[in-house]
């Protein structure tokens, strides 16, 4: 068992986070750098992929190593995870061809019925293929030049070790191309498809060792050359880990970016090495539950466009605006004085796959201030997660919150009411800290992999329901339901109404 420092990097959409950690789960350092998608059209959703994904990753790790005063010696090994999925092209060269398209784009919308036509499958507007058949028929010059296709991690793993990998699980949702049993690609839909075979990466499970930092790589990150580093996985799966959701019957809630409702059916150590998640053999590990696309994201907007005071005034008091905002809307009660607000920026994923819907703010009256906007965005993603807990109520033992906004401790109070669940959080919980432990685990340096669970997040703080607002929140998520529901058909008129006058 090695004694050396564990480097955890996730790529996330809206930041990059890095963990220095011991093998005992002591995290001595942490580092997040933001920065964030571009919406150069109305749906479309990009990240510069040398910049974003590549440039962030090392001013991480310099900065982590510079900030704690560690010395790169220490370091053993290092795991990446990322958003998932994305259209990374590179070119022979292993230069990027053109930013890449995110999960949450829209544009490919006409190409993804086509695909689930041509191929029978039923993908929903993330997937990849789609995507890839829109660079087909709209950018044939660059989808010329494409020899691999890669998504974040997969491509910081590439930049460190010059290998091209690509781990089962973010192979399972790149669009119906992968054979999650033989754990190989599906060469003959690519070809029914009309898409080439030869661009797909080598695939390997997430805890595999697919090469080692190259001189170059060590030269540009200022890590020791030579020091292994795991395929990893996509950012779902080290996230269910880095909060230790790991046995049977836990439930992980995300408050990131895109917000997740995660259940556990199997101990996750039988899977560690992927594919991690519910399968057509529905043996998968990990069920989904909820899908929201706009959590975090809209939390963020909401302060970019209408936080200013409280950011001028988080300056001086050296904080930061949300803690004002928070302050702000817990002053507002429950409901937000029947104030609703769905949350489908991006369209809908979950319960049932929308990409025309949008966001809407609903029961507006003079009488509301952005403080009770606030709130309602924060009660919109509980009730969106409420849409999938349900239907897993009875499987559910546990629920454990993580990602950037479970730190705001009135959205946790939020999801506990509209769940009328208790939940544990443990602030040292994140992507970052699940990749750790399972490059921890893939070197041998942990091998009990409750250790996550019972030492590395021992003593998490637990929000409990309050009965008062659980009785208005239930009130309130029928009348959520139904605006979700019924908003449907004019949100499909809409944007046929804009693709005509290409609005």
């Not at 946790?412 to 399972?438: N, T, W």
């Not at 944007?495 to 006058?501: H, P, S, T």
Request: with cysteine; glycine share 10%; hydrophobic share 40%.
């Amino acid at each position: 068992m090695s004694t050396g420092l564990i480097l955890g990097l996730d790529i996330g959409t809206q930041a990059v986070k890095a963990n220095l950690v011991t093998p005992t789960g002591e995290v001595l350092a942490r580092v997040d750098i933001e920065r964030g998608p571009s919406h150069p059209a109305p749906g479309w959703v990009e990240m510069d992929i040398e910049r974003d994904w590549w440039g962030t990753s090392v001013q991480a790790v310099r900065q982590i190593l510079t900030r704690s005063g560690i010395q790169a010696a220490e370091v053993f090994a290092i795991g990446v995870s990322g958003l998932v999925p994305c259209l990374g092209l590179l070119d022979e060269a292993g230069r990027s061809l053109r930013p890449a398209i995110l999960y949450s784009d829209n544009r490919a919308l006409e190409e993804l019925d086509w695909v689930n036509q041509r191929g029978g499958l039923e993908l929903s507007a993330e997937a990849v293929v789609p995507k890839l058949v829109w660079i087909q028929r709209h950018q044939s010059e660059i989808f010329a030049r494409a020899t691999v296709l890669l998504s974040a991690h997969n491509y910081v793993v590439y930049r460190l070790t010059g290998n091209c990998t690509m781990d089962y699980d973010t192979a399972g949702i790149m669009g119906g191309i992968f054979d999650a049993q033989n754990k190989t690609w599906k060469t003959g839909l690519m070809e029914k498809l009309g898409l080439p075979a030869h661009i797909l990466p080598q695939l390997s499970p997430a805890t595999g060792i697919v090469g080692r930092i190259t001189s170059e790589a060590a030269r540009a990150i200022g890590l020791p050359e030579g020091i292994p580093v795991i395929a990893g996985s996509g950012d779902t799966f080290p996230t269910i880990v880095g909060c230790g959701a790991v046995d049977p019957g836990d439930a992980m809630i995300a408050f990131g970016t895109t917000g997740l409702l995660t259940i556990t059916n199997r101990p996750l150590v039988e899977s560690a090495q992927g594919p991690h998640f519910e399968s057509n053999s529905q043996q998968g590990s990990v069920t989904w539950g909820s899908n929201v696309l706009s959590a975090g994201r809209l939390v963020r907007w909401f302060s970019d466009q209408f936080g200013q005071a409280e950011r001028s005034i988080a300056s001086r008091l050296g904080d930061n605006e949300f803690t004002l905002l928070e302050m702000q809307a817990e002053k507002i009660p429950a409901g937000a004085q029947g104030l609703i607000v769905l949350p489908h920026w991006l369209g809908r994923r979950t319960p049932q796959p929308n990409a025309t819907l949008r966001g809407s703010t609903l029961g507006w009256t003079p009488a509301h201030s952005p403080a009770h906007f606030y709130r309602a965005i924060l009660e919109a993603f509980a009730y969106n997660v409420k849409q999938g807990f349900d239907v897993y109520r009875s499987q559910i033992q546990r629920v454990v919150v993580t990602s950037g906004g479970a730190r705001c401790r009135l959205w946790r109070q939020i999801m506990a009411d509209v769940l009328d669940s208790p939940l544990e959080y443990h602030s040292g919980s994140c992507g970052a800290l699940g990749i750790a432990f399972l490059t921890a685990y893939a070197t041998h340096s942990v091998d009990n992999f409750s250790d996550i669970k019972t030492r590395w997040l021992a003593q998490p703080e637990i929000t409990y329901p309050d009965p008062q607002n659980v009785a208005v929140y239930r009130q309130l998520f029928e009348v959520y339901c139904h605006f979700d529901e019924a908003l449907a058909e004019p949100y499909a008129h809409l944007a046929q109404v804009i693709r005509e006058n290409q609005l």
